[in-house]
């Protein structure tokens, strides 16, 4: 069998959020929901259970997003402690 990217599901208290998605997107949330029951020996959920598990396994994953996030977080550390652009030496 595959090794999917989701491993079991916690359970968390979750923030609503309404989402569209297409019909075959809906089918293929069933489909990988029955096949991590498969593997991970559990009860299969219901799609929308899946839907924030992977988006946080696709931002934890996506490099791009990464460098994001750590050059914002440096800003924001800089406009805190007081320092601007790093100063050049002599």
């Known amino acids: 069998m595959t090794k999917l990217k989701l491993g079991p599901l916690v359970d968390d208290k979750p923030v609503k959020l309404t989402v569209e998605l297409p019909a075959a997107v809906h089918r293929d949330l069933i489909t990988y929901a029955a096949a991590l029951a498969a593997e991970t020996g559990g009860d299969a959920v219901s799609p929308d259970k899946l839907v924030r598990p992977m ?20 800003a924001v550390s800089r406009r ?11």
């Open 55 to 74: 988006i946080e396994r696709f931002m934890a994953t996506d490099r791009g997003f990464a460098k994001h996030r750590r050059s914002a977080k440096s």
């Open 80 to 90: 805190e402690t007081g320092g601007g652009a790093p100063q050049p030496r002599p």
